[in-house]
């Protein structure tokens, strides 16, 4: 299986918890997604490993398959691009793409758009992450 990762970088992203926010789609979308039990299970996983990214947090890779976990493990190199965008401010569920559901992390410099992936042990079985690019109208 190939796993498409560089969410190893939130292990050097320093979010204070209590300032990520969580919000349904933006305005500028013609109609929000809404969210499935599954989807609320990647928020609450992505939220997880988000607050375990901040100072004083601690990565679950038992929230992740184990070859999920080792990639995370060996490559702590993406916290340093992750880490200049700043703390997370906010945090937009886009939907569901096929195999996972696709959030947008907004920084106050940047956005990525992040995908995410749960197998049905509720155990997080891929993610990644890019550039957020907002497509025209």
Known sequence: MTILFVAAALIA??????????????????????MTTSATSAETLLKALLKGAAPGGKI????????????????PEGG???????????VTYLGAPPGG?????????????????????GKISSMYYHPSVDMPS
């Open 13 to 34: 992203v320093s979010p204070p918890a209590s300032q990520i926010v969580v919000q349904a789609a933006s305005a500028t979308q013609q109609t929000a997604p809404s």
């Open 60 to 75: 679950d890779y038992s929230a992740m398959t184990p070859e999920v976990a080792q990639i995370v493990r060996d490559h």
């Open 80 to 90: 340093e691009m992750i880490i200049k965008l700043g703390t997370p401010q906010t």
């Open 101 to 121: 559901h696709l959030f947008r992390i907004t920084f106050a410099t940047a956005k990525i758009d992040f995908f995410m992936a749960v197998n049905g042990a």
